[in-house]
């Protein structure tokens, strides 16, 4: 029994993770684990949490649930930035090891890119589509609360590996033979590789959820080329997420199979290649990147609009140029390694598709200035965001082109130039997109406004303190800087450069404190929205209350035109003005279910297992995982009525209802 | 008010699953998920044909393969393919009957054909030849693996379907359940004649 | 107040970004920009000739956006005209689809032409061939024919191409010499070329671009260019003094760790790893690299 738990600690605890690091990790969030099994314990809230979060099917709590797990890790991956740039700036006396920093940059890329810009991205989706494209729901609840689940357990897996047994150290694109267990024992790439897979699922389901959902479920008269941009960019993600995961998956596996199970895809020996998982990775993280930009395109085609006043500018172009992005994307993976060897037909090919997928990119940026020439430019938060979004993202694309440049490339591949181009794009391009969103619309999510003051400080931290922080990169790189050095020798000029960066990250933290108050703050103090139209807004989620009620629609509207709701208010109708009450009548609508949190947490067991080689674990996993879906294949009682009369007593309590 | 009559005129005209609003969208959420299937397949065949030759000191394809059990193997799971459509047009023609009992056929062709292919590869294990060996064999065994996996899953989901069946008989629900799976298994069958082709067929030729 | 603030981070900050640039640009820790060698400087020339037209749109959008933001503001008595329903114009929008393609046309051909002409070694040169290795956290250099092995440093002749075959006994790395051109990643398995030239003597440092461990960013190694008469000195004298690499001296540099310069006079021909495929561009043509009992043997691609 001793040397049980002997192995157990051993196992779970090793070495490397007994850190001061760690053990502060580990004390902080014993800590607030306890304080939050002792509040809901006194406040008698846990009937509450399952009954109203945790099985949920609807999309407005799905939606809050995302961007709450996206916030949360925003921050780790945002801890995790500024340990790597302390390190940084003080080159001769690191703060954590060069073990600890690999461990940090790993973990600070998955996060960012998988579980903050893809959640964050998912809770838009949820709030908004279905209220946009006038719909009472997803095509598909049940496997929408299964995609939260799975994205939620995945990303709870990648965590605890900071504390249990040693996290993942081979970078977010995790290129074997590192990954291999020649050169990585220990649990922490199987954490990376099981997590990612457990959250690829959910990722895979999400699109095709939100495919079927823009494709079928729209109000009657919303044809194709009447529905809001922010659709279109669902839509076109949804389609690239059903293309790219899948290569990802299937990287994944081999490299875990390599691990645990003996195969020889990518080892040293028994002729394996890993080129081969390169081009998998890119295959699917290519498109990746613009699975991330497109939505954040689609939030400020809105966003722009409305705080403009005016009209989107060429809506068809904007759509053809969404399209081309789509396509374009699938041919372009190669440019993440021109420094392979392809050989130069395929390379300059490559470089090619690359450029021309700017063309598009740039048609957008010039509608999005033209959508605001002729209009009458309110510098909210979330438009801020949109304006500084511009430059920023014209400079991201603008140094992307010159890493497409093949020859250029060869010298600044893998240099702090391209940590500076990929930040540059991704923050200036995704973050600013998605917080402008989410400013946008919270108060459609909770009724009330986020405080503009305080948003307009977190703003201007996070876009001064990202130019400072990466400004400096782009010298860095070239000075001839590489990228993920823990440390480095005093005399090549680096050393200052890098202190600049540092302070600028800092800066971003700042606003990031800035951004978190701002919404303690305004959940008790923010302006109430009485209207369900704080912005006077354009498409139909506006013409609902803030919140809106369950049902969404008590009616479905009838759509005529491009910007819906705009052109019903520039009639003078509302959705209640012509709601009468025998126009209602009882909804069937999704009912609560216990199984899509069950089923990710059985996903989860299952990876825990298969983390440190327990297969009575996995088993165990694997059985809740069979019990989950066999349940699920025999309940015919998937929904519930909601009577016609309280909805008429809901619709008559918002002063939505004549007579 | 003639667009709803013309709906309903038509809906009537059509099978039981696409009738039905609900159970029409989640036909066409299945055929997304099969894109994304094909997807995975995709990415196992282009491995495949990239390590066909990485065969290290393991044995090759040529050495490896025995046509006589690939095309029981074949055989099995094409006529599998065809009980599955006679199935589907029992029920359109709402003979519960037939359905079953040509879904049971499916289900013991199916049967066979994974017995079959475990056989084999048992035997490829015994001989050796384990995905260890070599980057071919890894790519052979997550290849034609991934589709047996597929099968069996689909063995298994198709039980769930038959007691459904019986006990409520043709519903929106249990229709649309029969349809996709159908079309789940057609596929199968098609990512087995590409397996057929390019891995056996292609490693016995060249 | 937000209007005050909104642009000064442009005003400032970029022409301090470039102000930083220029001063310290002539600095010589600025590699990139001081390439000693004919591929660095094609490379930079390419580097500038896009940053050149990308400069051009950057300057573009930043004025059209100020002028937009300035002008359009909604504040009482803006009496710039207000188009609520203006939502789209052919000529305008015809514009920003070709000036994008124009643009990058005056990139797209060069950059073709470079990308071929990098691959190819200078003809009627026949390059010193330099086999490198990359190993856990440090580097192997071998000069097949002449029988010399370095780590961690090497030599090379001035004003002449060297030809670089790179391949990996470890997880993937880069290659890179900055100043005289761009990286390649060694693999294992395969093994890549790239060739390099520097104009003039001097001491350039490499390094590996690409993570591959708890030491890696100890991965530098000096390029000693030398004139050629003085670099051919330097492999004769070698292999007479250095003492030979034997078997376990290379299974010493398997190991997971870093060391300091090493000079060996000879090695075992099979130690440029079990490379199972690959092809090289030695000379004037490409050759398939086959193993044979004396080691390494290059097939001309046009007889197979």
Same mark, same amino acid.
């Given at each position: ?34 304080? &939050? ?60 090891? @060069? ?57 709870? *897996? ?8 040693? +996290? ?86 081999? +490299?875990?199979?390599? #691990? ?86 395929? %390379?300059?090919?490559?470089?090619? +598709?690359?450029? *021309? ?9 010039? %509608?999005? &200035? ?105 010298? *860095? ?97 509302? *959705? @209640? ?71 008429? #007593? ?10 | ?74 055989? $099995? ?59 071919? $064999? ?17 063995? $298994? ?25 159908? $079309? ?23 | ?8 981070? !442009? ?18 820790? !600025? ?51 207000? /188009? ?101 990643? /060694? ?18 440092? =490499? ?55 090493? /000079? ?6 099979? /130690? ?12 004037? =043509? ?11 043997? !290059? ?6």
């Amino acid at each position: 029994m001793p040397s049980f738990v002997l192995y157990l600690i051993h196992t779970l605890f090793p070495h490397d993770v007994r850190r001061p690091t760690e053990l502060g990790a580990d004390f902080l969030i014993i800590m607030s684990g306890v304080i &939050i099994v002792y509040y809901l314990t006194k406040q008698k809230k846990w009937r509450y949490l399952w009954d109203e979060w945790l099985t949920t099917v609807d999309h407005k709590k799905i939606g809050i649930m995302y961007l709450i797990a996206a916030i949360a890790m925003l921050f780790r991956g945002g801890v995790d930035a500024l340990m790597l740039r302390t390190n940084l700036a003080l080159p001769t006396t690191p703060v954590i090891s @060069a073990s600890e920093y690999n461990e940090v940059f790993t973990t600070h890329g998955t996060i960012m890119i998988f579980f903050m810009a893809m959640p964050l991205i998912f809770a838009l989706w949820n709030v908004a589509v279905p209220l946009m494209i006038g719909a009472r729901d997803v095509a598909f609840p049940r496997l929408n609360a299964m995609s939260f689940w799975l994205f939620a357990f995945g990303a709870l *897996l990648l965590n605890i590996s900071f504390v249990i047994g040693g +996290s993942p150290n081979a970078g977010w694109t995790a290129y074997p033979p590192y990954t291999g267990v020649a050169f990585n024992p220990g649990p922490g790439e199987n954490y990376f590789f099981l997590s990612l897979l457990i959250a690829g699922m959910g990722t895979t389901m999400t699109g095709i959820n939100f495919l079927v959902t823009t494709l079928r479920m729209r109000a009657p008269g919303m044809t194709l080329m009447k529905m809001p941009m922010f659709v279109w960019t669902t839509l076109t993600t949804a389609a690239l997420i059903l293309f790219a995961f899948p290569p990802l998956t299937v990287a994944l596996a081999m +490299s875990l199979f390599d #691990r645990l199970f003996g195969s020889s895809f990518f080892t040293l020996t028994h002729g394996g290649m890993p080129m081969m998982y390169v081009n998998l990775f890119w295959l699917f993280g290519h498109p990746e990147v613009y699975i991330v930009v497109l939505p954040a395109f689609g939030v400020f085609s809105e966003v722009v609009a409305t705080y403009s006043r005016k009209a989107l500018f060429g809506y068809s172009a904007m759509v053809l140029s969404v399209l081309a992005i789509m396509f374009l994307s699938y041919g372009t993976w190669v440019h993440h390694f021109f420094t392979m060897g392809a050989g130069p037909a395929v %390379n300059a090919f490559f470089g090619l +598709s690359t450029m *021309l997928i700017a063309i598009p990119t740039g048609v957008k940026i010039f %509608n999005w &200035i033209f959508t605001m020439w002729g209009g009458r430019i309110q510098l909210t938060t979330a438009m801020l965001y949109q304006i500084a979004f511009i430059p920023t993202f014209v400079i991201g694309g603008a140094t992307g082109i010159l890493l497409a440049t093949v020859p250029a490339d060869y010298q600044l591949h893998n240099t702090y130039f391209l940590v500076a181009h990929f930040h540059n794009v991704l923050i200036g391009g995704v973050l600013f997109g998605l917080l402008s969103g989410t400013y946008y619309w919270w108060p459609k999510m909770f009724g009330h406004k986020l405080d503009e003051r305080q948003g307009k400080w977190a703003f201007w931290l996070y876009f001064i303190g990202f130019w400072v922080t990466f400004g400096p990169q782009y010298l *860095l790189g070239l000075e001839g800087m590489t990228r993920r050095m823990y440390t480095y020798p005093l005399g090549f000029g680096w050393h200052e450069l890098n202190v600049i960066s540092t302070v600028g990250a800092f800066i971003m933290g700042a606003g990031f404190v800035v951004m978190v108050y701002n919404v303690l703050y305004s959940l008790k103090y923010g302006e109430r929205d009485l209207t369900g139209d704080p912005w006077d807004g354009r498409t139909l989620e506006w013409a609902l209350p803030s919140p809106a009620p369950e049902y969404n629609f008590a009616r479905i509207p009838v759509v005529t035109a491009r910007d819906a709701w705009w052109d019903m208010k520039q009639k003078g109708q509302t *959705l @209640a003005n012509s709601l009468s009450s025998h126009d209602i009548s009882t909804l069937e609508m999704p009912k609560n279910t216990p199984v899509p949190f069950l089923l990710g947490l059985s996903f989860f067991v299952v990876g825990f297992g298969m983390t440190f080689e327990w297969w009575i674990i996995v088993a165990i996993g694997a059985i809740g995982v069979v019990a989950s879906l066999l349940y699920s294949a025999f309940d015919y009682d998937e929904h519930k009525h909601i009577n016609a009369d309280v909805i008429r #007593r809901t619709e008559s309590a918002l002063g939505r209802l004549q007579g | 008010m003639s667009v709803p009559v013309a709906k309903e005129e038509m809906e009537q005209h059509l099978p039981l699953e696409f009738a039905d609003e609900k159970e029409s969208i989640k036909i066409t959420g299945f055929w997304m998920f099969l894109v994304t299937d094909v997807m995975i397949f995709g990415s196992l065949f282009s491995s495949y044909a990239v390590y066909r030759t990485s065969v290290a000191q393991g044995p090759s394809a040529y050495q490896l393969f025995s046509f006589g059990p690939v095309i029981l193997e074949t055989v $099995l799971l094409l006529t599998s393919s065809f009980t599955i459509g006679l199935s589907i047009y029992s029920m359109r023609r709402q003979n519960k009957q037939a359905t079953i009992a040509w879904l049971i056929v499916t289900l013991l062709l199916g049967a066979g054909f994974v017995i079959s292919e475990v056989h084999d590869f048992v035997g490829y294990v015994a001989a050796g030849a384990t995905w260890h060996q070599s980057a071919f $064999l890894s790519a052979f065994f997550i290849l034609v693996g991934t589709h047996g996996a597929h099968v069996t899953f689909g063995i $298994l989901w198709a039980t769930t379907l038959l007691i459904q069946l019986i006990r409520r008989g043709f519903t929106p629900v249990t229709t649309r359940k029969l349809f996709t799976f159908s $079309l789940y298994w057609h596929f199968l069958d098609i990512v087995w004649i590409f397996i057929f082709t390019f891995v056996y067929l292609n490693g016995k030729i060249v | 107040m937000p209007k005050r603030r909104r642009r000064w981070p !442009y005003r400032y900050i970029a022409p301090l970004v470039l102000v930083g640039l220029l001063v310290s640009g002539c600095g010589q820790q !600025y590699v990139l920009l001081h390439p000693v060698g004919p591929v660095g400087k094609s490379e930079l020339h390419l580097l500038i000739l896009a940053s050149l037209a990308m400069g051009i749109v950057i300057a573009l959008v930043l004025i059209l956006l100020a002028i937009t933001v300035i002008r359009f503001r909604d504040k009482p008595g803006n009496r710039a005209p207000y /188009t609520p329903n203006w939502h789209g114009n052919k000529t305008l929008e015809t514009i920003w689809w070709i000036v994008p393609v124009v643009l990058l046309t005056v990139i797209a051909i060069p950059m073709v032409n470079q990308t071929f002409a990098l691959a190819k070694v200078p003809k009627a040169k026949d390059p010193v061939v330099i086999d490198v290795t990359s190993l856990t956290w440090k580097w192997l250099f071998q000069y097949p024919g002449h029988h010399v092995a370095t780590v961690n440093y090497l030599e090379i002749p001035t004003g002449e191409p060297v030809l670089f075959e790179l391949t990996a006994d470890s997880p993937m790395n880069t290659f890179w010499i900055p100043q005289l051109g761009g990286m390649e990643y /060694t693999m294992p398995n395969r093994v890549l070329p790239l060739w390099l030239e520097a104009d003039k003597p001097g001491v350039y440092w =490499g390094h590996s671009g690409n993570y591959s461990g708890i030491e890696f960013e100890k991965m530098f190694f000096d390029v000693k260019a030398v004139s050629p008469a003085a670099f051919n000195r330097w492999l004769n004298q070698t292999h007479q003094t250095a003492p030979p690499m034997t078997m376990q001296d290379y299974h010493a540099l398997l190991k997971f760790n870093t060391v300091g310069y090493q /000079t060996y006079g000879n090695y075992p021909t099979d /130690t440029f790893p079990s490379v199972m495929s690959g092809y090289t561009l030695t000379g004037s =043509g490409m050759y398939l690299i086959e193993h044979n009992q004396h080691g390494l043997k !290059y097939v001309p691609m046009s007889n197979k």
